[in-house]
């Protein structure tokens, strides 16, 4: 099961969610970086992550904290955005201004997060560091350019009679659920091929 079709009404205790999100954080972290014991959430981050304002507040149900299907949205978009390079201080009040919808496109790889650097050379620093397929794709697809520059691709021959070809502005999916996502989207379009025009 994925994050994404959890129930929109799922809420739990701070333990419900700590098991959830370590149950989900393989899918969502960059493949490589997934499944490292450093990785997985426990209680005292997320009462960290609360205080810090990098997560809501916890909803009161009598003196009981609950949490629901939007905190555990922050808070993989939080470990996932962490682990691709972001700092807690620029990631600071910027994931309780997102809406669910603008979460989960984060987590799915649909959508790029452009927040100003806490500190420029850190953040160029971690540029760096990046693999070159890893580098985030802009916010926003950028008008084609009005020169007479001809559209690379590369052409990769999957089966017989079928070929991909990938434009070299292509962003690989870095996570499970961004190759589930990709996986689908293709088999979509392959499903048009059979239906009558």
Do not use: C
């Not at 420029?120 to 802009?138: F, S």
Request: hydrophobic content about 40%; proline content about 8%; cysteine-free.
């Amino acid at each position: 099961m994925s994050v994404l079709t959890l129930r929109r009404d799922w809420t739990g205790t701070l333990d419900d969610l700590v098991d959830a999100a370590n149950q989900f954080l393989p899918d969502i972290l960059p493949t490589g970086k997934a499944g490292r014991t450093k990785d997985d959430v426990n209680a005292r981050l997320v009462r960290h992550y609360t205080t810090e304002r990098l997560l809501d507040e916890p909803l009161k149900q009598g003196r009981e904290a609950r949490y629901t299907r939007r905190h555990l949205l922050q808070l993989l978009t939080l470990r996932r955005l962490m682990a691709d390079g972001f700092s807690a201080a620029t990631l600071q009040d910027t994931l309780q201004s997102r809406t669910d919808d603008d979460l989960e496109a984060l987590l799915a790889g649909q959508t790029q997060l452009a927040v100003q650097p806490g500190n420029p050379a850190l953040d160029y620093l971690a540029q760096l560091r990046r693999p070159a397929a890893a580098a985030p794709a802009p916010a926003a697809p950028s008008p084609a350019p009005a020169s007479s520059t001809p559209v690379q691709y590369t052409r990769l021959p999957v089966a017989p009679g079928l070929d991909v070809h990938v434009r070299t502005d292509f962003r690989l999916p870095r996570s499970r659920l961004e190759q589930e996502r990709l996986a689908q989207l293709f088999l979509d379009a392959l499903d048009h091929l059979r239906r009558p025009r």
